[in-house]
T-cell receptor, first 114, second 117 residues
Framework: AQTVTQSQPEMSVQEAETVTLSCTYD???????LFWYKQPPSRQMILVIR??????QNATENRFSVNFQKAAKSFSLKISDSQLGDAAMYFC???????????FGKGTRLSVIA | DTGVSQNPRHKITKRGQNVTFRCDPI?????LYWYRQTLGQGPEFLTYFQNEAQLEKSRLLSDRFSAERPKGSFSTLEIQRTEQGDSAMYLC???????????????FGPGTRLTVL
């Protein structure tokens, strides 16, 4: 079974600085999708960024970018120019091809210090 | 609002009672997923539907749990004879069906927080 591991239960970053959240996963598949979801306190989960495993280029969405290392099965999220609104739980998730269910990590709670 | 909606948002019940939650997906989304999220954990998959067909059930979904999507639109999740261990956030998500990359995103609802006393 696929597993997703987030080894940092909590992280903090100063406003305007950069922070990297770690994620590793285990799978025997060669084609799959990886996601980072953000869950603000008492609010619903939203997609931050997605990566398709067959694409070598790392995905980027404005201040958010990933470092996808397929051989190492690593998928880290970098948040640049951190803002107070970035404070939330961040979940790394994996999914096989075909709209199958997501497998989530346990999450990293990010605090942003003004 | 065209997002995924869930009702009720909060439910407090006594052990042994039955509860039912409802999820309304985004219109025309074929796939609907139920997840459970306990405190300090990531969401865990329970079951999912493609239209009205229930395609997969997790081993987490005991016999006390049943889910339906009778007309391929909204879905209900019922828990019978609730136990304190059922206390969790129950999340619903929906996605379109297709091979295009943007069809891989699951859109989540706000969840139903269940507390079993």
């Amino acid at each position: 079974a696929q597993t997703v591991t987030q080894s940092q239960p909590e992280m903090s970053v100063q406003e305007a600085e950069t922070v990297t959240l770690s994620c590793t996963y285990d799978t025997s598949e060669s084609d799959y999708y990886l996601f980072w979801y953000k869950q603000p306190p008492s609010r619903q989960m939203i997609l931050v960024i997605r990566q398709e495993a067959y694409k070598q280029q790392n995905a980027t969405e404005n201040r958010f970018s990933v470092n996808f290392q397929k051989a190492a099965k690593s998928f880290s999220l970098k948040i640049s120019d951190s803002q107070l609104g970035d404070a939330a739980m961040y979940f790394c998730a994996y999914r096989e091809k075909g709209n199958t269910p997501l497998v989530f990590g346990k999450g990293t709670r990010l605090s942003v210090i003004a | 609002d065209t997002g995924v909606s869930q009702n009720p948002r909060h439910k407090i019940t006594k052990r042994g009672q039955n509860v039912t939650f409802r999820c309304d997906p985004i219109s025309e989304h074929n796939r609907l997923y139920w997840y459970r999220q306990t405190l300090g954990q990531g969401p865990e998959f329970l079951t999912y539907f493609q239209n009205e067909a229930q395609l997969e059930k997790s081993r987490l979904l005991s016999d006390r749990f049943s889910a339906e999507r009778p007309k391929g639109s909204f879905s209900t999740l019922e828990i019978q004879r609730t136990e304190q261990g059922d206390s969790a956030m129950y999340l619903c998500a929906s996605s379109p069906l297709g091979a295009a990359p943007d069809h891989n995103e699951q859109f989540f609802g706000p969840g139903t927080r269940l507390t079993v006393l």
